[in-house]
Structures are given as C-alpha cells and as structure tokens.
C-alpha cells in the first residue's frame, strides 16, 4: 500500500573503522525515504525504507559503496569473523618479530641484515596486511578516505622507502649498522624502517584481532537469550504425546513439560502444579509455584512436576522473542555522543591526511633530513586512526543492554541511557507495581475467648466456595479447611453457610447486630484504607479480618535506593486517601497523589513536567501507558499489560520495583562508560598527534599506541559485564 514503510536489517561485510560505517550510512540515507542506521560494533544496518522500493535495490547501494551487504542469517550459518584474521596475524607476528628484533639489537646485526628484512617483510606488507590496504583502494575508487587509508599509505610508505634506501641510498651498504630509538633521531639515506611496516601491520592486526573477539563476547548476551529457546516438544495430540520441533507448535495446542525440561512457549497451565526456575529470563532467583490456570513463559525451567501447557503465543509473539528484538534494536541504535563521534570521524581522516603532509613539508621546510621529515609524516598517519573513537559506544552498548537482558532489565535504545541521567522525580503507580495487585489476610482481630485458628478454618472453608477475590484472600489463609454442607450468598452483605455442623457467618458488619469491642477494631481497619469483614456464628460477631493489597516486600528497599539514587518518589493511584497513604507510609514514601481516573495519570506527569521536573513513570497497567509514554523515561513492569510494556522505554521482565532502580543504575553506569570511552580516545588523538609530528614517536610505537587505544575502549565496556 503506497505510504507505508517497511523495516529490515542488513549484515555489512567489509567495514573495518567507523568512517566505513558513516559511509555505508550515507549512502543509504541518500535514497529517497530510505532512513538507516549503521552500527559498526554489530556490523548490521538498521533501514527503515517505503514498501514500493525493493530490498535488493539497499543491497546494491551497499555494495556500489565499496561493500557487501546481506540479510542476516541463523547464528549457526554466521562465519567466523575471528579465524581469518587470527591467521594473518600470526604469519605476522612469526614474521615481524626478527625484523624487529634485528632493528632494535645492533649487537644483532650481522653483514646484509638489511637485506634479509625487506625478504621477512614483504608477505606481512602484502598478504598480512592485504585487508587495509583493499579498504583503501575500494575508498579510493569512490574519492573517500578511512582510517584504513591512513594505515595502507603509512605501512607502503615505509616500506617503500626502506626499499628505496636499501637500492639508491647507503643503506644496502655491507656492515651498515643504526640503532632503534623511540624518537625520530636517525638521518640519512641509511635508514630502513622494515620494522615500522610490518611491526604495525603486527600490532594493528592484533588490535583488530581482540576488538573482533571482545565484540563478539559484548554480543554473547544477546545471543545466548537467542539460545534459550527449546528445540522440540511433547505435544497431546488426542491423548498421546507425539514429539514436534518447537517450531511447529501453534497457538491452542496442549503440551507436556516433565520436571527439568524447559516449557516451550508462553502458554497457560492446565494440568498439574509445580515451581518454575524463571531466572535466566528474570534475574529472579526464586522459583514461582504455578499451577491450573497460571501463565508460564517459554524458555522458563520446570522445577517440580509434571504440567500440561495450553500455547497462548508462539514464534516471534513470544516473551523470548520480543525480549531479544527489544535487545537487538537498543544495541543497533545510537546515543547522541556517538552521533558526535560518528561526524568527528568523518572528517577526521582528510584532515589527518594533511596534517601529514604538512608535517614532511615542515621539516623538510626546517631542514630536516628527507627521511626524519618522511619518518614523522608516516608516525602522524598511524597514530591518528581513529578506531577507539568508532567503537566507544556501541561496545558499551553492547555489553550494558546484553547485561541488563541477562537481569531482567531491556533498554529499548541508547537515547534511553540519555534520559536517565537527568530525572530527578519518579512516579510509581500503586497497584500491581509498588503493591501485589492481589488481596490478602493482613491482620486478625479477635473477640476475647476466640481461637484464631478456628476462626481462620471456618471462614477459610465457608468462603473457599467464593470466587470473589476477598473470598479468596480468606480461603487461602485458612491453615486448614472444615466440611461446608451449606452454602448461600447474602445478597452485598456476605455469604452465610454450614462448617463442621455449625452455622457461620462471614461478611459485612450490617449482617450482624452488636459488634461489641470488635467495632473498634473494624473502625481502625477501614481508617488505614483496609477492607474489614467480620465473621460471626451463633448469632454473635466472633472476629474482624483485615483484607488489603499487600505491599510487596521489596518494595521499601526499592524506595531506599531510588532516594540513594537522588530520585524523589511519588505515589499515583486512583485509590482512596486512606489506602493511598497506608501504602505510602509503608514503603516510605511523602508524596501522595490519591482518587486519580486513568485518564488523568497522564495530566499528573505533565504537571510535575511544567513544575521543571524531569519525570520517570514506573506502571504495569493499561490505564499506564499514556502516562509512560508522557513520562521523560518510562518504566514498564513485564508483569503487567502489553500496552504497558509497549509504551514503557525501559521493560522490568522481573515484577520486583528494585529492578527500576536497578534499571536506573545500569543506564546510568552504561553512559558513564560511553562518556569515558570517547574522553579517552579522544584525549589520546589529541596528545599523541602532536608528539608524532614532532618526530618523538617512533612509527612503530605510534602503531602499538594506536592499536593498544582500541583494545582498552573494549576492555573497559567489557566491565559492565560484572554489573550487579
């Protein structure tokens, strides 16, 4: 239909800087309604494109760039990006080292060692080192540069002119000897720099060794939650179990999940109860009892008996399923840093390629000697690649979004981290999210004489026959249950009925007439916004029960850290003033906002918006999610609606309000990496490039330098693994 867009992911081959990224992105963007997105950590393209344009035509633009792209593939057809380069860099390594070595060790250099290099030397500057200098023809045919450009041209130069030296210069002279220094102090025609070229070839393929390697360990996260999944099941097909891959399973079917088997898909229980180990999708440790009529979640672990499973979604509608597209869009995406880095980046190297040649114009203009003048032209190129400038953010996205997945915690994009840097003021919604959102027995109040437990058992057994969710809260306190012969509804008062040979009585206090010194106790109960039901036999009031919606125990931990995080907490809720405060008072919370419609949630945060607040929403409800989407950042609960969760920027699978903090903390701690990574990868261009044009770098040092930049950005997003 004409208007409407549709959404693909593409797999770039080829890239080997961020500059490639830029212009891959480019390029796409150039197309008419094409949006697109290139992530140079993930190496994927994120395009947004209208339906009339054909997904071949993307392709083709990718590959016209110099490029390849394709649609993304199962994990276990993917190549090893590692292995190739593993190999060129031990050839390398095996190589490079006696060029080095004989460099740096005059006592070393025996009669035509000098020649014996350039023959060590040049399979390491062709073949080892063939994947920058093909990037930098590919951007040359398109009048582009890269960071591969300043590598190519860096490494051939050097070369070039050692050979240079060695033909027409004195440096092929028998006995030459010249020591190795860090700075640029040889002059002359007998300088070789073979150790330069093919000692920065070694380092760099050594950087791009474990940055592929540390980029595939950010994504494992990822793809473990991908692996969660089980691969066949034990499907009741009219009484039997007959076993079909997973894939396969349709919404309806009735399936077996035996004790230690993981259940196959979202469904609901029909047959059987047992403990669920949902700890791998939730970061709760606790199993959760469930039994006729409960949810259970695909890839969850059944840790008691044997149920029978009634599939409710299936496929990509699954928790897992939306779970990892949730994860897989937040680390394709970009931080506005990174946008900062990325335009940097992109005129980064042209500029590098001047500065280097008016650094050999410099010293040549000073009178330096040709090859010192040359020698700090080839440093200016190495040093300068900006690759920990492209690789700041998208490690640390990777890694903070593939943790917070492994706790129960999904970022739904970078621009999120951003948000949760600037709140100050978090609104929780009651029900469901600071509370259980199930009624339960709070308090017993006795008249005097009457046993506790003989009241808990015959109200338990009288209202067990109820479905009403006070009833319920009742029945299941009872610590046993009686024999009801006799059971009757008292029309909005209560239910009435025979337990053990005895007539009982539970429900309001209008079904009865005295309540004596339990009238106290009612009052105070219903003060602190609780629902009182009395219960009564032979013609007297016996007990009051106290029923409300239980506050979840870690709930007020929760309230500590968001107070610890600098976070000043609200509580919403549509309930009473009494109820309201109870709550509150419980949890610790001040502010109380009570008897709000659903429909003025949404009014309440814009309020403390125009009041100069920056606003996090934490909700789990239908009635929610206009409010999380006003919200600065959104907290949604998984335990509550899709609406919700739809709305929310950050999803808590785990139904424990601690996850919002702990949520809050991630964002923030994952940021913090980002803004180091690009501090430090920008510090380091600034204070090196100096030193190179300056002729105190030593090609060769420059290239460790350079290399050893990209490997620490990774390592250091590699710590957000160890989040707690």
């Known amino acids: 239909m004409p208007g409407t867009a549709e959404r693909l992911e593409l797999v770039i081959g080829g890239m080997t800087c961020a500059s490639c990224a830029m212009r891959v992105e480019k390029k796409l963007n150039k197309l008419d309604g094409v949006t697109a997105t290139v992530n140079y950590a993930t190496e994927k393209a994120d395009v947004t494109f209208p339906a009339d344009v054909d997904p071949q035509r993307l392709v083709e633009t990718v590959e016209a760039a110099g490029y390849t792209a394709t649609l993304p593939r199962p994990e276990t057809e993917e190549p090893d990006p590692v292995r190739p380069l593993r190999h060129r860099l031990v050839v390398s390594a095996v190589l490079a080292v006696p060029v080095i070595v004989l460099a740096m060790a005059p006592a070393l250099q025996f009669d035509y060692w000098q020649w014996v290099s350039p023959a060590l030397a040049a399979p390491v500057i062709t073949w080892a080192a063939w994947p920058f200098h093909r990037a930098a023809w590919t951007n040359l045919r398109h009048g582009a540069a890269t960071m591969d450009t300043l590598i190519s041209v860096g490494t051939l130069a050097a070369f070039l002119w050692s050979l240079y030296a060695l033909v027409f210069g004195d440096a092929g002279t028998i006995g030459m000897r010249h020591p190795f220094e860090l700075t640029i102090g040889r002059s002359g025609g007998d300088a070789v720099y073979f150790e330069v070229a093919t000692g920065v070839t070694a380092f760099l393929l050594a950087g791009r060794y474990f940055e592929a390697r540390s980029k595939r360990r950010a994504g494992a996260a990822l793809r473990a939650l991908l692996e969660l999944g089980v691969k066949d099941v034990a499907v009741l097909r009219d009484g039997t179990e007959v076993r079909i891959p997973a894939a396969q399973l349709s919404a309806g079917d009735r399936f077996v999940v035996r004790p230690g088997e993981k259940i196959a898909t979202d469904g609901v229980v029909e047959d059987g109860s047992s403990a669920v180990d949902a700890s791998m999708l939730t970061g709760e440790s606790v199993p959760v009892e469930v039994g006729p009529g409960d949810p259970v979640v695909g890839a969850t672990v059944n840790a008691g008996g044997r149920l029978v499973v009634r599939a409710t979604r299936v496929g990509g509608d699954t928790q897992l399923a939306q779970m990892a597209k949730l994860v897989e869009a937040a680390q394709t995406g970009k931080a506005q840093v990174q946008r900062l880095a990325d335009r940097v980046a992109g005129v980064f190297v042209p500029i590098v390629l001047g500065l280097s040649l008016v650094t050999l114009v410099g010293w040549l203009i000073a009178g330096g000697a040709p090859s010192a003048a040359f020698t700090a032209a080839v440093a200016v190129l190495i040093i300068a690649c900006p690759c920990a400038l492209g690789l700041a953010t998208p490690t640390a996205l990777l890694v903070g979004t593939g943790r917070g997945a492994q706790l129960g915690i999904l970022i739904k994009g970078p621009e999120v981290l951003e948000s949760t840097r600037r709140i100050d003021t978090i609104v929780l919604d009651k029900t469901g999210t600071v509370t259980t959102g199930r009624m339960a027995l709070v308090d017993v109040h006795l008249a005097p004489g009457v046993d506790r437990a003989e009241v808990l058992r015959l109200a338990g057994t009288l209202e067990s026959a109820s479905e009403h969710p006070i009833a319920k809260a009742i029945a299941a306190a009872a610590p046993e249950l009686g024999e009801l012969t006799e059971f009757g509804n008292v029309e909005g008062l209560g239910v009435r009925g025979v337990v053990d040979g005895r007539e009982v009585v539970v429900g309001r206090a209008a079904l009865f007439g005295e309540l004596g010194e339990l009238a106290e106790a009612k009052a105070a109960a219903e003060e602190r916004g609780r629902t009182a039901v009395v219960v009564g036999w032979g013609g007297q009031a016996r007990a009051v029960l106290a029923v409300a919606d239980t506050v979840k125990p870690t709930s007020a931990e929760a309230i500590t850290r968001f107070r610890e995080l600098g976070l000043r907490p609200v509580l919403l809720t549509g309930d009473n003033e009494a109820v309201a405060r109870e709550v509150a008072r419980e949890v610790g919370v001040d502010e ?96 090196a490039l100096p030193l190179a044009a300056a002729g105190l770098l030593n090609p060769m040092i420059a290239g460790a330098a350079m290399a050893f930049s990209s490997v620490f950005v990774v390592s250091n997003s590699l710590r957000l693994r160890r989040f707690r």
Do not use: C
């Not at 100069?612 to 999610?625: C, K, Q, S, T």
């Not at 999380?628 to 709305?647: K, N, R, Y």
């Open 592 to 687: 109380v906002i009570a008897e709000v419609l659903p429909a003025d949630k949404v009014d309440v945060v814009k309020r403390l918006q125009d009041e100069g607040h920056r606003v996090a929403m934490v909700g789990d409800g239908v009635n929610d999610a206009a409010a999380l989407a006003q919200a600065d950042l959104g907290l949604s609960m998984g335990t509550g609606t899709d609406v919700a969760i739809e709305a929310g920027d950050l999803t808590l699978v785990r139904g424990d309000l601690r996850a919002a903090a702990d949520a809050i903390r991630l964002s923030r701690r994952t940021l913090a990496t980002i803004k180091g990574n690009l501090f430090w990868a920008f510090a380091y261009n600034v204070a």
